[in-house]
């Protein structure tokens, strides 16, 4: 048996959104009352596209503050940012070799990132979910809370650490992640269109709310939001193709910890005018004191560069542990 661990990781590159804080912080949050847990910025990762120096250093920061503003206690968790542990590359060499060429073809999210310019994609990007097995399983973690978007790579990471387990005859040695995804709202789509996802490299601002976004840009954001033309169903049955309207109310049952059943007995029959104003409510009261603090946090640099050197050295410690020992199974010795 495993002990319990979490670990999760979100990458600094900039405009932190509603999906990421429903689909991942806010879980963060809850599972440090019941796990250890182990979170990561993972610059490592947002370097697989093409980063502004300065403004990576900055969006590291702000990464930290989002973590800490949204109700992550940094005494309790291990906040630090991957680049700060060389382990994770090591481990993600490792893995680049016992990965397959097949497995990484399937991935979608390699497809969707990369476009129709595939040949042009960085070697990083393609090799991205290896380096993601490497946070996870370098912490020997057990459970990790992510989007839907990520269910994929935690596929993956479970077969990498299979193929390990069973190659070097060490049963049972990486354990085999559960990923945790929010029931509620696996997925945060953009307000402008719902077959795509809430993301930060979208052109178009008014497809996301920001966590830094104050109070008129988000009644702004819900106001144009697209819906369609009938009202609010009284049961999931009436949100059949209607996938603007399942995001809208998704997002309110999420943001304010209820079923979904909850929202159609509130709203069933009203119009998405009523609701909307509602829903802005809802954000505002939630996201905006996020953003306050955030906005508060990083006038302090001193406090999150202590937050992640503290961090950094905990992390590095039990990586140095697990790495010796998977250095140990593969047969590799460090003279130096
Ligand atoms: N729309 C989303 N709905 C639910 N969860 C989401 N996550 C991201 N977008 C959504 C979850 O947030 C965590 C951190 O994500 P990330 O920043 O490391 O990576 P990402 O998926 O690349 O984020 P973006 O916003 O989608 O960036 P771009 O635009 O670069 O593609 C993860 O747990 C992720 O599932």
Redesign the pocket.
């Given at each position: 048996m495993h002990k319990k661990r979490v670990f999760?990781?979100?990458?600094p590159?900039g405009n932190l959104?509603l999906?990421?804080y429903?689909?991942?912080i806010k879980n963060f949050v809850e599972l440090q009352n019941k796990f250890e847990c182990v979170y990561c910025i993972?610059d490592l990762?947002a370097i697989t596209n093409r980063q502004d120096p300065k403004e990576l250093k900055s969006n590291v920061l702000e990464t930290v503050a989002s973590f800490v503003a949204s109700g992550l206690n940094s005494e309790k968790n291990i906040i630090f940012n991957q680049a700060s542990v060389a382990a994770h590359s090591e481990l993600a060499w490792i893995f680049n070799c016992v990965a397959r060429i097949g497995w990484m073809n399937r991935m979608t999210q390699f497809k969707e990132?990369a476009g129709a310019n595939k040949e042009n994609a960085s070697v990083g990007l393609m090799v991205y979910p290896n380096l993601m097995a490497a946070d996870i399983l370098l912490y020997k973690a057990t459970h990790v809370?992510?989007?839907?978007?990520?269910k994929q790579h935690l596929e993956l990471t479970r077969d990498i650490a299979k193929k390990f387990n069973n190659d070097f005859n060490c049963d049972n040695y990486f354990p085999i992640v559960e990923p945790l995804i929010s029931k509620e709202?696996?997925?945060?789509?953009s307000l402008r269109d719902g077959k795509k996802?809430?993301?930060?490299?979208?052109d178009s601002d008014m497809s996301r709310i920001n966590l830094k976004d104050d109070k008129d840009l988000i009644e702004q954001k819900i106001k144009k939001a697209k819906t369609d033309n009938d009202s609010i169903p009284s049961e999931v049955n009436g949100l059949k193709n209607r996938d603007e309207a399942i995001n809208l109310i998704s997002i309110y049952a999420s943001i304010n910890n209820i079923k979904l059943e909850q929202v159609f007995k509130e709203f069933g029959g009203k119009n998405f005018s009523t609701f909307k104003s509602k829903l802005s409510e809802s954000i505002i009261e939630k996201i905006c004191p996020i953003g306050d603090e955030m906005k508060k946090l990083l006038k302090d640099s001193k406090y999150l560069h202590d937050i992640l050197k503290k961090g950094s050295k905990n992390a590095g410690l039990i990586a140095k542990i697990n790495l010796k020992e998977i250095y140990e199974i593969i047969g590799l010795t460090k003279f130096s």
């Open positions: 999760s990781g979100v990458q590159t959104h999906g990421n429903l689909g991942a993972v990762h990132k809370p992510v989007g839907e978007d990520q709202i696996p997925r945060v789509m996802k809430m993301s930060k490299s979208e």
